[in-house]
């Protein structure tokens, strides 16, 4: 059942203000005209039952009311940020059941704005004529951009990227470069390219943001755009995002320091080290040298870091990875992340690509089996302290841990985590997902909301899944 609203609904002079959409066809198509219908969703209020009809081959949809009464109003509402607003999509199509019928339909309007790589969604919504009390619809979407999970997943992201700043939810920043880059790798398994055009819009719009360059204070912020330039030249081939991937390096390895015997700092103004950020160098400089023909600068980097990183401290008796070091550069004992366990296995893999040392493996695999073993509640990944929440950095973590843990896996010839990766995939989709594609916090169920950070996570296991 949709939500039951209390409010009062939206002027009709909403909707003749709303400029027509023209994609396949153009908004106010007949029903009649139809390729198909599929109705997802719907709701009911006082006997009536309001749905919402999707055309997959139009990619246009309608709202019915049945079983009502003549006065009944339905409508269709639009958004282009998974249902966060609807400012001037509201009441799309508004009209009224006719005297002498029990029901009736608006017009087919379009959920995808594609002139403007608006990605839309819809849902249905009415009230009986004789009362106040409106019911809408959980929000939906047709099956274009969206034929398996991961595209489904992936086109519930991009609602979520602001096409002003070119970030994704607003303003987000380094956990916009993990969202980017999740994108990225589902074109890659997927072979869906619809939203590349996110990469040199993400570029261009903040290429000269705080620091320039993508870098700031953080110097793991600096790591995460790193290696989505990275993902970003494998799709396009442009060398600016490669040369961008090199100016990050190279400002992070300007805070390598001899406090600890080496390592990169967290902040350029404080004396932190932490896993996080030496796992991105690691992960980094690998993967430049990888892609850099007769590079031997980018190589010596990523084998230092490795020489310092294994035996600083942070790997405890467990073979789990720690927040970071103390002042006295020990493990500082701190919380265990996802995200700790998950970079270091995708650096450890790129390492090997450069230097064919299977000792790197041998090595990732054994903090692989720790995590996988000790970061599961019920058969399924979670977060330490995960909460119901998915907005703030910690939504992000458990993608990028199975990021890594994919690409570990890839490389592996008896690839011993996929059948885990397919495991906590068909979970989320089964527990953790709307009717809009969107997920939340916990892949095995239970209350919480959606956002971006949790819907990167949710994309990241789909695509090392392979789903």
Not at 77 to 87: M, N, V
Not at 121 to 134: F, M, Q, T, V, Y
Not at 162 to 184: I, K
Not at 266 to 289: G, P, V
């Amino acid at each position: 059942m949709g939500a039951l609203l209390t409010l009062t609904a939206p002027s009709p002079a909403d909707a003749a203000a709303t400029a027509a959409i023209c994609n396949k066809y153009c908004d106010t198509r007949d029903p009649a005209a139809a390729a198909s219908d599929r109705a997802p969703v719907s709701s009911t209020l006082y006997g009536r039952t309001v749905r919402l009809h999707l055309s997959d081959n139009d990619v246009m949809g309608w709202a019915s009311i049945d079983d009502g009464n003549p006065g009944d109003e339905v409508w269709l509402d639009r958004s282009f940020d998974g249902g966060r607003t609807w400012s001037g999509g509201s009441k799309l199509g508004d009209t009224t059941t006719p005297a002498g019928s029990r029901g009736w339909r608006t017009l087919m309007y379009n959920v995808d704005d594609w002139n403007t790589s608006g990605v839309g969604a819809l849902r249905a919504c009415g009230k009986a004529g004789d009362r106040p009390e409106i019911t809408c619809t959980a929000w939906a979407r047709v099956d274009w951009n969206a034929w398996s999970r991961g595209t489904a997943a992936a086109t519930a992201l991009m609602m979520s990227y602001d096409r002003g700043t070119g970030l994704f939810g607003g303003n987000g920043w380094w956990t916009a470069a993990n969202a980017l880059t999740a994108v990225l790798d589902n074109a890659r398994v997927s072979g869906m390219p619809s939203y590349r055009y996110a990469i040199a819009s993400t570029y261009d719009k903040n290429i000269g943001a705080q620091g320039g360059n993508f870098t700031n204070d953080y110097l793991d912020d600096t790591g995460w755009w790193g290696l989505a330039w990275v993902a970003a030249y494998d799709a396009t081939g442009d060398s600016r995002y490669l040369n961008t991937a090199r100016a990050d390096a190279d400002h992070m390895n300007a805070y390598w320091t001899a406090t600890c015997g080496g390592g990169v700092l967290w902040n350029e103004t404080k004396t932190y080290k932490n896993a996080i950020t030496n796992e991105l160098f690691l992960q980094l400089n690998a993967a430049l040298h990888n892609r850099i023909s007769g590079d031997t600068v980018y190589l010596s980097r990523a084998k230092n870091e490795w020489a310092w990183f294994r035996q600083s401290g942070m790997i405890n008796a467990d073979h789990m990875i720690n927040d970071g070091l103390t002042d006295a550069c020990t493990n500082n004992g701190q919380t265990t992340w996802t995200y700790n366990q998950g970079v270091v296995l995708g650096g450890l893999t790129e390492l090997y690509r450069a230097t064919s040392d299977s000792s790197l493996l041998t090595t990732a695999r054994q903090l692989a089996d720790a995590s996988t073993a000790r970061l599961q509640s019920n058969g399924v990944l979670r977060e330490p302290g995960e909460s119901d929440s998915c907005t703030g950095d910690g939504p992000s973590f458990k993608g990028a841990y199975v990021r890594g843990l994919g690409r570990l896996d890839a490389q592996l010839s008896d690839h011993p985590y996929a059948a885990t990766l397919d495991r906590w995939a068909d979970a989320a989709y089964a527990n953790d997902r709307n009717s809009l594609d969107q997920y939340g916090p916990h892949w095995s169920g239970g209350t919480g909301t959606s956002d971006y950070g949790c819907q990167q996570s949710a994309l990241d296991l789909l695509n090392a899944a392979g789903q």
